[in-house]
């Protein structure tokens, strides 16, 4: 499948596999609207974008409330610029004992994370349906498959984001809609930093680089896959734990992640 030509807009481009997305979109010939909090690293990005010749638009807007989304919204579809792909990458972490970690930033994973990726990706597939054209690449991470304890709201979360967007990948095929979902593990982005976690060095988990995270996704959205594990060792891992007990894979995350957090 080839993605359809048209305006890309990448939520969370900012930084990370947001912004190496934004980058590969542009040199695919997409102009970019970028979409984030960071005025600073928008515009940075921006102008990089630009001085290579690509076209790239910058919203600063908090998608983690309702006047984010419709500024995102209004800015595009709501003023006649059809967007014909939707990259939903805003999300952050959490990582702890459920019982220690503040209420609010809880609120904010789940307001950020489950429902503007649901909202985002509901308002944008009607006007890709009533087109019958356009892709969706929704950001979860290999965290979806199985419990995680002490980073049990953000796997929760983004077990909500895959299962949500393998379910849609069937609904919205025969609308000419394509609906694809970027499944990577540690990535060496700021994620860590912002969820107060230790990096993949103190793990057995592999580590990708974001650029290298970001072209395994899009070429999945090119063929059309319903989801795509970046790195064949998550897919090892991932197999292997549907062959035991579902509490084995809870006990294991939870060896590991009682120690992520960082002193």
């Known amino acids: 499948m080839t993605a359809p030509a048209g305006l890309a807009v990448v939520t969370g481009a ?25 005025k600073d690293a928008l515009e940075a990005l921006q102008g990089e974008i630009r001085a290579a010749g690509g076209e790239a638009g910058v919203l600063v807007a908090d998608l983690g409330g309702p006047g984010g989304r419709d500024a995102l919204w209004n800015a595009t579809e709501g003023a006649g610029r059809a967007v014909s792909l939707l990259v939903n990458n805003a999300g952050f972490g959490l990582v702890g004992p459920e019982a220690e970690l ?26 890709m349906r ?14 979806a498959f199985y419990p995680t304890p002490f980073f049990s709201v953000y796997g929760a979360s983004k077990a909500f984001v895959l299962n949500f967007s393998h379910a849609l990948h069937e609904e919205a095929k025969p609308d000419g809609v ?5 499944v990577p593990g540690y990535t060496k982005t700021n994620f860590h930093a912002v969820a107060h976690m230790k990096g993949a060095e103190t793990t057995p988990f592999p580590e990708m680089s974001a650029e290298a995270v970001a072209k395994i996704g899009l070429e999945a959205l090119r063929k059309g896959k319903a989801f795509a594990v970046t790195h064949p060792l998550d897919r090892l891992w991932i197999a292997s734990g549907r062959l035991v007990p579902r509490w084995v894979p809870a006990k294991i995350g939870a060896r590991f992640f009682a120690k992520a957090k960082l002193d």
């Open 14 to 38: 900012s930084s990370g596999i947001g912004a190496a997305l934004a980058r590969l979109l542009s040199a695919e010939g997409r102009p970019v609207l970028l979409v984030a909090r960071s």
């Open 102 to 127: 503040p209420l609010e930033r809880v609120r904010a994973l789940l307001e950020l994370n489950v429902v503007t990726t649901a909202e985002l990706t509901h308002r944008f597939l009607v006007a």
């Open 130 to 143: 009533a087109r019958r054209a356009g892709a969706i690449l929704n950001v979860s991470s290999t965290s």
């Open 178 to 182: 394509v609906v694809t979902c970027l």
